[in-house]
């Protein structure tokens, strides 16, 4: 399916993403959160069926890269202080 093009290659890779982002980065929220007027608890498949929404998945990809950055950034300042 991920060979060809078109809407069955796209929904596949979505699907793909967000397990893999739901497995390595979406790891858990406190709280409800509210989806389609339904309120969801932290679970895995929950996370999934949020980041299989575009601009949802886009905005938890920003948002870990972001932390990566600030991680890579506050290590190297350690680093000097050492």
Known sequence: VLDGKGEAA??????????????????????TVKFQGQAMEY???NAEKLLTVPLFRQWVNKMSNDEHAYKVVKDEEDKENL
């Open 43 to 45: 679970s895995k498949a």
């Open 10 to 31: 796209e929904a596949k890779s979505n699907e793909i993403m967000a397990t893999v982002m739901a497995e390595t980065i979406l790891l858990g929220w406190k709280g």
